[in-house]
């Protein structure tokens, strides 16, 4: 099939095979060749983005754990820790959506209970091309298919998410998957192997072929058109094994049998073992004929790459293992001592009493060369205009009904009614309801809620990768302040393209300084995250998609305003630091232009507005709190409208702008809606009144008249349309 | 009086269900391999997807140990109540009359429905009324009821369905829009609506207390009368 040199078909360069056999003090031998390809895989090693991430913040007050362990977590009060993290699945679904996409969420759902957390909540951040494509139309389909398969089988809520459609997305769809687990304070763990002697036990399923490479051959590479072949190197998931496994892996926690714990992810058992060992410090032997296998022949080296799912892997003291036998056997779940802990500092493989492998640790895992990169600014236009749906003329009712019914703005509702939102008890605002999902945890000994969003948007970030970033840091806060939560930590999925390249490299490196200044500005740390990179196809690199995770904290779940008018009467007004512009924005995109360059964001301005928002919702009274985003003022009071069944008549010529297309459908960060009695509206600083709930019109002075229902049919029929 | 809530592997909802039965009496969770169901009094099969439901909904459960159980529970007359895969579990029990087949649109649907309470003279929806209207959520991939047409006329004739979706709410194509029935000695039902995730409006709705409180104020009056 290929005359490559061994290890360049594995996806190493010339340079990268020198620095293996200088560590080693010999050439590798096959086994040793394939552990060293993933391990030094971008997937794996972040070799062109580690440095770059140095720069984010990641220390706050709230810290538990930060970028390293499994997944981040922070304090929540009454002893009780949230642990979330973000994943990309993307080329897995772009070869095989629901298998995909399932996949996705299986992964990061082990990440989450590998601290010890019970995950209580998924979100989706989603990207295909646009829904006239047949092939985007199947991706979304699937995923969403996939997506729904693991989370509503496991039991785990699909409680939020976002999805956007455009043109550059049509080959290399993106697929970040956001869990969120709750734990006791003093039940989580680390994945940091120790004690020389203890055992190395896999748990879960058995170890096939299925799977083999993916972290080099899939998630390290751009796309292309033979991707087809590549279906085998796409894990199948089985969320029941995976239920089994988390719910005995929270009772071997809540027992305190276990030393330490992770999963298998990437890599397979070549990962997660030389990562143990070197939080640990610590040596580790592993015997490949102790693993429980799915097919026989299997050759050691394939055991160890193996990323056959649902698997877990825990390092016990010998005298706990009958103890942990009997609570696997209890539920079903495979357990296998496979090795044990050294003080060598190597991974050593054997096959029975062969030694097949021997590995420096530190050359596994930390001395792996880091790549910096070359940016460079590009002069000319990376991406072509979308194709235009409206005229630049068209009058503004065109333009409101066009942009209810485009698949970025229109309604979700078709994807997120395929997931389960309220296992567990504990959703108080479900899908759409309001800005940012919100968890309550009187059930497990908490005094308030959590609330959680996931948000980004490539377009903004392809005009203007820094101030893009910002506004997607920015957009996820202003969320979860529309529900009075304060934010305590961040996570991020970085999604670019080939960063060899000097034009992608720039996007980056701008992408990660717009983040770090909005997460300084805010207060906020980032305490983990994912970089997915090589999302390229044929065509070019998708827009540069920096996906950025929050979870915050709110008092009192009971007074959570919801993103619908709710009553005739209520006032409405705006509220937030909130200028609108055209660049970038979706009405831009319908009139077939791409932006180059957005205005700029005053930082510190943009958090003051924040905390008032979070102020005034806590402040209580307030019924209705949307923020402005997509499709500009019309379209979130439209959805208003909409999701309340109830019109409104609103006058914008407070607003002071000159053009009614600005003034409607203008974007840009820091604008809300609230709705609430006029004691409520009226006494919130800087307030600016724009009318009334009431009727079934949505009236905007002088520019617009619309029937409720009409706007409620393009809304929440487009997308079941595309399907039709 | 204490309500068993059964725990399969793959069982989901399990927990919503004890917290949710908790609110109205005692409770407590019955492991899937135990054959003795503790002296409790009323059953409820919870929701999820239990051993997986690789093969079809509910056809691997109803030969567990505790299923065995309950089956002899369910014969002496105990209150059994299955919620969605405890409704499937029950159906391939032989439990109850009827089937749940995929939904019409083949997808997954997690939405909140209006259901009518149809009979009110039951155990499980005594504190209601007939012609109330609950607001509960649905949550599944195979809930569209299915019988034949003379068990259908049957099941009217004889008061056995309990629950129907409100005009224009059936969310699976359930036929006469049936969202809940009973056997013949009304003493087990099955709903595919998640009346445990309906029991407190800070999520949602408290509409779906109804029928643990009816469940609880049938075993007080059996207690009282003894």
Same mark, same amino acid.
């Given at each position: 099939m290929s005359t490559l040199a061994p290890h360049r078909e594995l996806g190493l360069t010339d340079a990268e095979y020198d620095g293996i056999v200088e560590r080693l003090g010999r050439e590798p031998n096959g086994l040793e060749l394939a552990v060293f390809s993933l391990m030094w895989s971008e997937h794996c090693a972040?070799?062109?983005?580690k440095k770059l991430l140095r720069e984010l913040p990641t220390e706050?007050? *709230? +810290?538990v754990m930060g970028p390293g362990e499994n997944a981040g977590a922070v304090d929540v009060g009454d002893g009780l820790v949230v642990a979330f993290k973000v994943e990309s699945h993307n080329h897995p679904s772009a070869v095989e959506p629901f298998q995909g996409a399932a996949t996705g969420v299986g992964g990061i759902l082990r990440d989450v209970f590998a601290i010890g957390a019970r995950p209580i909540a998924v979100l989706d951040s989603l990207r295909f091309g646009e829904l006239d494509s047949e092939r985007s139309r199947f991706l979304f389909d699937w995923s969403v298919k996939g997506i729904g398969h693991y989370g509503n089988s496991i039991g785990v809520p699909t409680v939020g998410g976002e999805v956007l459609f455009e043109?550059?997305?049509?080959?290399n769809c993106l697929v970040n998957a956001m869990c969120v687990g709750l734990a006791r304070r003093d039940a989580t763990i680390r994945s940091a192997a120790s004690g020389v002697g203890n055992l190395l036990v896999l748990m879960g399923a058995r170890t096939g072929?299925?799977?083999?490479?993916g972290a080099s051959v899939l998630a390290s590479a751009e796309l292309s058109a @033979?991707?087809?072949?590549? =279906?085998?190197?796409v894990q199948i998931g089985d969320p029941f094994e995976e239920k089994k496994l988390l719910e005995c892996c929270l009772e071997l926690l809540d027992r305190g049998t276990l030393v330490a714990l992770q999963d298998l992810g990437a890599a397979g058992l070549s990962s997660s073992s030389s990562e143990m060992a070197s939080k640990g410090e610590v040596g580790l032997d592993i015997d490949v004929s102790k693993v429980p296998l799915r097919? *026989?022949?299997? @050759?050691p080296f394939e055991i160890m790459i193996s @990323?056959?799912? @649902?698997r877990m892997l825990c390092v016990i003291e010998p005298g706990r293992l009958s103890e942990l036998l009997e609570i696997c056997e209890r539920w079903e779940v495979r357990a296998n001592a496979i090795g044990s802990v050294t003080d060598t500092g190597a991974l050593r493989v054997f096959d029975g009493d062969e030694l097949v492998g021997d590995m420096p640790v530190a050359a596994l895992v930390d001395d792996v060369p880091l790549y910096d990169l070359e940016p460079e600014e590009p002069t000319g236009r990376l991406y072509p205009d979308p194709?235009? =749906?409206?005229?630049?003329?068209?009058?503004v009712e065109r333009a409101l009904l066009a942009l209810l019914g485009s698949s970025n703005v229109a309604s979700k509702r078709f994807a997120f009614e395929?997931?389960?939102?309220? +296992?567990?008890? =504990?959703? +108080?605002r479900r899908p759409e309801a309001a800005d940012a999902a919100v968890l309550q945890l009187a059930g497990d000994g908490g005094s308030g809620a959590i609330a959680v969003s996931i948000d980004g948007n490539g377009r903004r970030v392809a005009a203007d990768p820094y101030t893009g970033a910002v506004e997607a840091v920015l957009e996820c806060a202003r969320n979860l302040a529309c529900v009075g939560a304060e934010p305590l930590g961040l996570t991020n999925c970085l999604n670019f393209g080939n960063p060899e390249k000097p034009h992608i490299a720039w996007q980056l490196t701008r992408a990660v300084e717009g983040l770090r200044d909005a997460c300084l500005a805010l207060g906020v740390p980032v305490v983990g995250g994912n970089v997915s990179l090589y999302n390229e196809g044929a065509e070019g690199a998708i827009y540069p998609t920096p996906i950025v995770g929050m979870v915050g904290s709110l008092?009192?779940?009971?007074s959570t305003p919801v993103s619908a008018f709710t009553e005739p009467g209520h006032v409405i007004a705006l509220v937030g630091p909130f200028t609108p512009d055209l660049a970038g924005s979706e009405l831009e995109k319908l009139r077939g232009r791409l932006s180059t360059g957005l205005p700029p964001v005053d930082l510190a301005v943009q958090a003051e507005g924040l905390a008032a928002l979070r102020e005034a919702v806590r402040?209580?009274?307030? *019924?209705t709190v949307h923020d402005v985003s997509e499709g500009g003022l019309a379209c979130a009071l439209a959805e208003s409208c909409v999701s309340g069944r109830v019109g409104a008549s609103v006058d914008?010529?407070?607003?002071? *702008?000159?053009d009614p297309n600005v003034a409607l459908f203008g974007e840009g960060p820091g604008g809300a809606i609230v709705a609430g009695p006029a004691a409520v509206v009226d006494r919130l600083p800087g307030a600016v009144r724009l009318g009334d709930v009431g009727g079934d019109h949505l009236q905007i002075e002088g520019l617009l008249d619309f029937d409720v229902g009409a706007l409620a049919e393009r809304f929440e029929g487009a997308i079941p349309a595309a399907y039709a | 009086m204490t309500f068993g809530v059964l725990r399969f #592997?793959?069982?989901?909802d399990e927990v919503d269900a004890l917290l949710a039965c908790r609110r109205f009496a005692d409770a407590e969770l019955i492991w899937?391999?135990?054959?003795? !169901?503790?002296? %409790?009094d009323a059953v409820v099969v919870p929701g999820g997807f239990s051993?997986?439901?690789? !093969?079809?909904?509910?056809a691997i459960a109803r030969f567990s140990p505790a299923m065995e159980a309950v089956a002899d529970f369910a014969h002496a007359g105990g209150p059994v109540l299955g919620i969605c895969n405890g409704f499937q579990v029950l159906c391939e029990a032989g439990l109850l009359p009827g089937a749940l087949l995929p939904n019409e649109s083949l997808r997954f649907v997690c939405r909140q429905v209006d259901v009518e %309470?149809?009979?009110?003279?039951?155990p499980f929806t005594r504190t209601s009324r007939p012609g109330d209207v609950l607001s509960i959520p649905v949550k599944h991939t195979t809930g569209r009821y299915y019988a034949p047409g003379v068990t259908l006329e049957e099941l009217e004739a004889n008061g056995q369905v309990l629950l129907r979706y409100a005009?224009?709410?059936? #969310?699976?194509?359930?036929l006469r829009n049936i969202a809940g029935v009973c056997n013949q000695g009304r003493n087990v039902m099955g709903l595919m609506p998640h009346p445990e995730h309906a029991v407190d409006p800070l999520t949602?709705?408290?509409?779906?207390g109804v029928l643990f409180a009816s469940l609880a104020a049938h075993v007080e009056a059996l207690v009282a009368t003894a």
């Open positions: 972040y070799k062109h983005s706050g007050p *709230a +810290v043109p550059s997305y049509e080959q072929r299925d799977g083999i490479g @033979e991707d087809s072949a590549k =279906r085998p190197t097919e *026989a022949g299997m @050759e @990323e056959s799912q @649902e194709p235009a =749906r409206i005229d630049a003329g068209a009058p395929q997931y389960d939102s309220i +296992v567990g008890s =504990r959703t +108080v008092p009192d779940p009971a402040g209580g009274g307030l *019924a914008l010529s407070p607003l002071g *702008a000159s | #592997p793959g069982s989901c899937h391999g135990d054959r003795d !169901l503790g002296g %409790v051993y997986g439901d690789y !093969l079809r909904a509910g %309470v149809v009979n009110a003279d039951t005009a224009g709410q059936n #969310p699976n194509g359930s949602g709705s408290a509409d779906g």
